[in-house]
């Protein structure tokens, strides 16, 4: 059987994550003015993700809890692991700052998101919810504190809409 490529697996999303997607973005009440305010803040967000996403894995890293997803049998941390896991997590954000909510991003949430769920597509990569969920607010509050930092002055606006 052919490996199937990371882009491939991820079209495998469920086939109504579009809907489900528009049905959240209604139930959260985003609309397609928060969506441009994201775009907007693109770049801001994108120049901060590589400092983001290692303070968030830093504070994996900090909790037993969390650490042994990343530990070796003999206890040491997976380097090679860590890198790939961080890899994936800018992407993710990149591609979140984008603000191409499109059914192609669709599938890619819901496939990832599946990932990591006890019911999910990769055992592999089992993340307990509650960490999924702490991640998501670790790296709003330092998305919300880089665009604080470079908007305050010129355009505080733009920080909240984005936010």
């Known amino acids: 059987m052919t490996e199937l490529t990371t882009q491939e697996r991820f079209k495998r999303g469920a086939a109504d994550a579009g809907r489900y997607f528009d049905f959240m973005a209604q139930f959260v009440d985003f609309q397609p003015e928060h969506a441009e305010a994201i775009r907007a803040t693109r770049f801001i967000v ?74 999910g597509a990769d055992a592999s990569i089992y993340i307990p919810e509650r960490y999924v969920m702490g991640m998501v607010g670790f790296v ?5 504190q880089a665009l604080d930092a470079e908007l305050h002055s010129v355009d505080p606006d733009l920080a909240f809409r984005a936010m």
């Not at 961080?86 to 990832?112: L, P």
């Open 46 to 119: 994108e120049k901060h993700i590589p400092a983001i996403v290692a303070d968030f894995y830093a504070q994996l890293l900090s909790f037993p809890a969390t650490r042994k997803h990343f530990q070796r049998k003999d206890g040491s941390i997976d380097q090679d692991y860590l890198r790939l896991r961080m890899q994936h997590q800018a992407t993710f954000w990149r591609r979140t700052a984008s603000a191409v909510f499109d059914e192609d991003y669709a599938r890619f949430v819901d496939y990832v998101g599946r990932a990591h769920t006890s019911q």
């Open 140 to 144: 709003q509050q330092r998305i919300g």
